[in-house]
């Protein structure tokens, strides 16, 4: 009964290639977003999502393209990877409306991607 | 622009310890903390937060935080530790109005040994 799931947990891959992380939320929130943690753990925003809308896009790459398909959706495609894009990413979710439910988001467990 | 700072990278304490870990924060008007605790290989759990009111805000797992304007701090505090808090703590703000981001700080982690 996971409210917020990422797919694949685990995703090894070689430069160049193109790869997606998938997640979902099951909490009928209509914001997402996609946070970066690096080797240090320093987690750091991406992109956010407001039905189906990007309302935040931090300093990314272009090689970096989320898609929404759906409020319940944010998929996150990666491009011609490169070594400095392995980390592990986080999808998040929270609702838009309400001074404090708009605030509080919800993690999904992550997806570590090594570039080798 | 919002940056928080955790000023301790690792902290180790004995289980049954009391603990406290720093956050301190830089931001314009009344901001918006939390705490998040990530296990190993786990993703982010949320511990607590404060909007407003009560500055002394209590959390799941016996944790509590204090909201100490004065002092640009949200630290966090817990009685006695148990073995299974060892993890990743990460202090946070967020900006409120249409921009939803969370501004996370480095984190400290928390070693218990027996």
């Known amino acids: 009964d996971t409210a917020v799931s990422q797919t694949p947990k685990y995703l090894v891959t070689q430069m160049g290639n193109d790869k997606s992380i998938k997640c979902e939320q099951n909490?009928?929130?209509?914001?997402m977003y996609w946070y970066k943690q690096d080797s240090k753990k320093f987690l750091k925003i991406m992109f956010s999502?407001?039905?189906?809308?990007?309302?935040i896009n931090e300093t990314v790459p272009n090689r970096f393209s989320p898609k929404s398909p759906d409020k319940a959706h944010l998929n996150l495609h990666i491009n011609s990877l490169e070594l400095g894009d392995s980390a592990v990413y986080f999808c998040?979710?929270?609702?838009?409306?309400?001074?404090?439910?708009?605030?509080?988001?919800?993690f999904g467990a992550g997806t570590r991607l090594s570039v080798l | 622009a919002q940056s928080v700072t955790q000023p301790d990278i690792h902290i180790t304490v004995s289980e049954g310890a009391s603990l406290e870990l720093r956050c301190n924060y830089s931001?314009?008007?009344?901001?918006?903390l939390f705490w998040y605790v990530q296990s190993p290989g786990q993703g982010l759990q949320l511990l607590l937060k404060?909007?407003?009111?009560?500055?002394l805000v209590q959390g799941i797992k016996g944790f509590e935080a204090e909201f100490k304007r004065s002092q640009s701090s949200f630290n966090l505090r817990k009685p006695s530790v148990h073995w299974s808090d060892a993890a990743e703590y990460f202090c946070?703000?967020?900006?409120?109005?249409?921009?939803?981001?969370?501004?996370f700080g480095k984190g400290t982690l928390l070693t218990v040994n027996p």
């Open positions: 998040a979710s929270s609702h838009s409306q309400g001074r404090i439910a708009k605030n509080i988001q919800y």
């Open positions: 909490l009928g929130h209509d914001t």
């Open positions: 999502y407001n039905n189906k809308e990007l309302i």
């Open positions: 931001y314009g008007a009344t901001p918006y």
């Open positions: 404060y909007f407003s009111g009560d500055t």
């Open positions: 946070a703000v967020a900006h409120g109005g249409s921009n939803y981001k969370l501004t």
